[in-house]
């Protein structure tokens, strides 16, 4: 995590990943070879459909707007040397607490129906955020393992919201009423509004872990926790700080995608959104602008899967094994490159720090 | 230390009251609900072990969920392929190995961040079991229940822990031999000794590097086992996202049950407990409980209980760090 920024834009930067997709590629054509379809004509219509035409491109910067966000609040706990597995959760929750707003408050013009939805979706994400950073700083309970259990909390509870108390009048599916139309996020040029967002969010938040005392509190703490306790930084604060952030920026995540793709919650609308996330997160090595090729590559697969689905006949979990192939190949020469060179313990310790 | 030992011991205590008073209540249904809470306890436990093996080495092992959803997958799509489950069961074992050997390769000898080691391996597990998933697919049959002669007459115990599947015994067998070799065995000590002092450990002779690798892989392999019998005896079939946690959820009970295979034993008989106690309830009719809320218990359990135990345990000193000799 501590390379220096210039060092941090060096040619292994974009190399490493790029060998990585494409080796990534090749084993999982192999595999596809292996169920009997034609690899060549499936990552054709993967890009073609998601990169090929302006209605495509913007799908795929619909689908990467959370991706955006996910990796942007997993960088953000790295930063802060934790590691956020629960982006799932809070953005899941995020997601809930602003289709709530969306479609409750009513008579409301855009101008402030669309914030005070947004501003919920953050609050609910920062919240479950907050559950996990209080437990460590106060506990000592590993975060990894807070945040995964939170996922599975989360995820039951907010199936039992909407099936018990949410439910759209009259609907069998489990799922909510639309939000309102003065709550939706609007297209710029044809293109969601929210990828625009989320593209400034990650430059704000890499201005501020660049510049800024605060950014300079959560490098320290992600260093080296006792360093930064002897320099007068509240350890406890900090963490607790991070997992909060890093929980609202994956809950704004889950607002975004409410408000701009899918109108309402369903829980099966999120499913692994916040878990794209972490491999996003490490593909652009924990940096907060890096993430953003990451996130669009994969949006666009994700974009693209069900088309490829219908024409070559691959399973739409190609894109699960890309991105597991992918993550797998671009952390093992970050062995040498990044992780050892970074010469600090690893960004976790044992399950009591 | 004491007090927090004395805490343990009132959750059994609590259990065992409630268990007493449901049985003298009703005997065959308290006897039928222990006995389905043994066997969600079982593979908690056994997952537990595996990261008990890895961490008093010095490894965390955050990858078991991955290595339980591979090689659950394996045991039954191999042996629905082989018609056989002996052959699942042994390609099962051999892909839990190999995921231990990759995490071996990954912390010890490339020394990467041993939680996103893991974190690749159950990354990767998702990927590749909901990639190569094909619905519609049988197992000839589940390993059959094997009820052992007169040890299932006694009353209570018998059906407890006498009447189940071959898998089950052997896992039970492994988790009470991992106690003994932890604690009773050279190879335990030295385990343990480079767990918490790694260097010392390579000053005495022992191969820090070489045991790692040896105590990952086998933890590994019982993990396959593990994953083996969730497909293979408990349930009988697999779906995506089948594990459900099941292996983080071990890691907290390795926590709470301080690194130790029968506290780990204990910790997970408490959690099947309350799951099958909550079933119970909910089957009766007693309380009306959404069933989201029986389905959360565990997960909010384990937050719990981390709580509880966190801060006061010791996890072995040398664990998350890879090994350099100095000098060398």
Known sequence: MTQSKKKSFDVGTWVIPLIAVIIAMVIAGIMMKFQGADPFRAYKTLFMTSFGSVKGFSATLGKATPLVLAGLAVTIGLRAGLFNIGAQGQLVSGALGTAWAGYTLTGLPAYIHLPIAILFGIFFGGLVGLIAGALKAYRGVHEVITTIMLNSIIMGLSDYLVVYHFREPGQLLTRTREVLPSARLPFVFSLPFGFFIAIALAAVAWWIMANTTSGFRFETVGRNKFAAWYAGISVKRTLMTAMMISGGIAGLGGAVETLGVTYRFEPAFNAGLGFDGITIALLGRAHPLGIIPGAILIGGMRAGASNMQFVAGVATELVDLLMALILFFVTAPLVTRFFKNSGSKSVTGGWGA | ?328
């Open chain 2, 1 to 328: 230390m004491k007090r927090h030992l004395t805490k343990r011991n009132l959750f059994i205590l609590l259990i065992a009251i409630a268990t007493g008073y449901f049985y003298s209540k009703d005997g065959s249904i308290t006897t039928s609900v222990v006995s389905t809470a043994t066997s969600f306890a079982l593979p908690l436990a056994l997952a537990a072990m595996v990261g008990i093996m890895c961490e008093r080495t010095g490894i965390v092992n955050i990858g078991i969920e991955g290595t339980l959803l591979t090689s659950a997958f394996v045991a039954f799509f191999v042996s629905s392929m082989t018609h056989n489950i002996l052959i699942g069961l042994t390609a099962s074992v051999a892909i839990g190995s190999l995921l231990g050997l990759l995490l071996a390769v990954m912390s010890v000898s490339w020394k990467m961040d041993q939680i996103i080691a893991g974190t690749i391996i159950n990354i990767l597990a998702t990927g590749l079991t909901s990639f190569l998933y094909v619905q519609g697919r049988t197992i000839p049959a589940t390993f059959p229940e094997y009820d052992i002669p007169k040890l299932m007459d006694i009353p209570f115990f018998g059906q407890v822990l006498f009447m189940h599947g071959p898998l089950f015994y052997f896992g039970l067998f492994v988790i009470l031999s991992l106690y003994v070799a932890l604690f009773k065995t050279t190879w335990g000590l030295r385990s343990r000794a480079v767990g918490e002092h790694p260097s010392s450990a390579d000053t005495a002779g022992v191969s820090v590097l070489r045991l790692r690798y040896i105590n990952v892989t086998i933890a590994g392999a019982i993990g396959g086992l593990t994953g083996s019998f969730l497909s293979l005896e408990l349930v009988g079939s697999f779906e995506r996202g089948f594990t459900a946690g099941k292996g983080f959820t071990a890691l907290a009970l390795m926590i709470f049950g301080r690194w130790n295979p029968l506290g780990a034993l204990a910790a997970a008989m408490f959690f099947g407990m309350t799951q099958a106690y909550a079933n119970q309830l909910m089957i009766d009719q007693v309380v009306q409980i959404p069933t989201q809320f029986i389905t959360i218990l565990p997960y909010i359990l384990t937050i719990i209980v981390l709580a509880i135990s966190a801060g006061k345990v010791r996890a072995p000193a040398a664990e998350g760090q890879p090994y350099e000799k100095e000098n060398a």
